[in-house]
C-alpha cells in the first residue's frame, strides 16, 4: 500500500485500484452512484439532484473521509467509499458505505476500496474501536464483503434511512475491531 497526495494505492490480482479524494468534477460519478434507481436499490431508492448537490458539496470538502474508487491507470471513477462518525448503541463508532457502478461490479474494486479504506480508518487521529457497515440483508455482494474483510456479524436490525424520510430498511450490523490483530481480511 502507497500513500502519495491523497490517492491511496493497493495492487489487486486484476489491477491497481486507489482511493482519491472527492472533487468538483466528479459530479458525474455521484449522479451515477446516487441518482440510479438500480444503484440506490438496497438504499430506499435514488436521491434527489438537490440532495446529491449537497452531498457533493460536502465530499468535496478535504476533511470529509469520502473517497473515490478508481482502478488501473485511468482517472475515471468506478465507485466511492467513505467513513464517518454515528452514534451508536450508546457509544461513537465509524459507519462505513461503498458504491461501485455496474460495469465496474464483480472485479472486486469494493473489496479492494474498502480494505484500503479500513486502512486510513486505523490511522485517522480520531480514534473509535469499532467500524460497523449496515448493508441490506438482501445485498449479498455487499454482506459478502463484510464476511471477506473480517467483520463480525452481530444481527439483522431496522432502521430507518435517510433519517427522517419514513424509510425503514432491513439491514445487516456488522462490526470491525479496530484493536484487533491488525489484519484487514483476506486477500480474495
Not at 485500484?17 to 436499490?41: A, C, F, I, K
Not at 430506499?44 to 469520502?66: F, L, T
Not at 452481530?154 to 419514513?166: K, R, T, V
Request: charged share 25%; net charge negative.
Amino acid at each position: 500500500m502507497a500513500m502519495t497526495g491523497g490517492s491511496i494505492s493497493h495492487g489487486a490480482a486484476m489491477s491497481e485500484v486507489r482511493l482519491e479524494s472527492w472533487g468538483s468534477e466528479d459530479l458525474s460519478l455521484m449522479q451515477r452512484l446516487l441518482g440510479d434507481p438500480q444503484m440506490t436499490e438496497h438504499l430506499g431508492g435514488p436521491e434527489s439532484e438537490q440532495k446529491i448537490a449537497e452531498r457533493q458539496a460536502r465530499y468535496e470538502k478535504p476533511d470529509s473521509r469520502q473517497y473515490k474508487i478508481v482502478a488501473g491507470d485511468g482517472s475515471e471513477g468506478a465507485g466511492a467509499v467513505g467513513y464517518w462518525e454515528k452514534e451508536w448503541r450508546d457509544t461513537t463508532v465509524w459507519e462505513v458505505g461503498w458504491l461501485v457502478l455496474p460495469e465496474h461490479q464483480g472485479k472486486g474494486l469494493a473489496t479492494a476500496g474498502m480494505r484500503l479504506l479500513l486502512n486510513i480508518v486505523r490511522a485517522d487521529p480520531v480514534s473509535h474501536r469499532y467500524v460497523h457497515a449496515f448493508p441490506s440483508v438482501d445485498n449479498a455482494p455487499s454482506n459478502s464483503i463484510c464476511r471477506k474483510l473480517g467483520f463480525t456479524l452481530l444481527e439483522a436490525i431496522d432502521f430507518e434511512y435517510p433519517h427522517g424520510s419514513g424509510n425503514v430498511l432491513h439491514c445487516n450490523d456488522w462490526r470491525f475491531d479496530l484493536a484487533g490483530d491488525g489484519r484487514v481480511g483476506d486477500q480474495g
